[in-house]
């Protein structure tokens, strides 16, 4: 036996033990999991026209669209996250949303620029493209990627 438990009476060493034992399962728990990056679930969204967007959101929007832009928005019932593709060419351009998704401790979001189909004859003018999802309102902070 160790020189520094001898003078120790059982019953310390016993509550010692334990409560080194709890320290070290709840030592476990604070790891960041592997797991935490997977979805939980895919999140039900609708793509708003600019005529539901709140005016609030729409004034930020207009002051970002020079450059390309990535920004959240919430409301007391819903999420708006919003991801601008800054100047563009021509008109004609979309924007898909790939994925949208819950995961352990964040959301989400992946989308994609689409330029005009071949064939099409887009507006000559500059264009500056954005999507505007909205979903539930969640705390989680937003992933783009």
Known sequence: MNRSMRGISPWLRIILAAGLTAALALCGGCKVSKEDGKKVRDLEFSVVGDGDVPAELKQIISEKTLQPFKLTFSDEQN??????YGPQSTGGYSIAVKELYLTENSIVIDTELLGP?????????????????????????VIFQ
């Open 79 to 84: 999420l708006y996250i919003v991801v601008g």
């Open 117 to 141: 189909e071949k064939g099409e004859n887009p507006a000559p003018e500059t264009s500056y493209p954005y999507v505007v999802v909205k979903t539930e309102n969640l705390e989680n902070p």
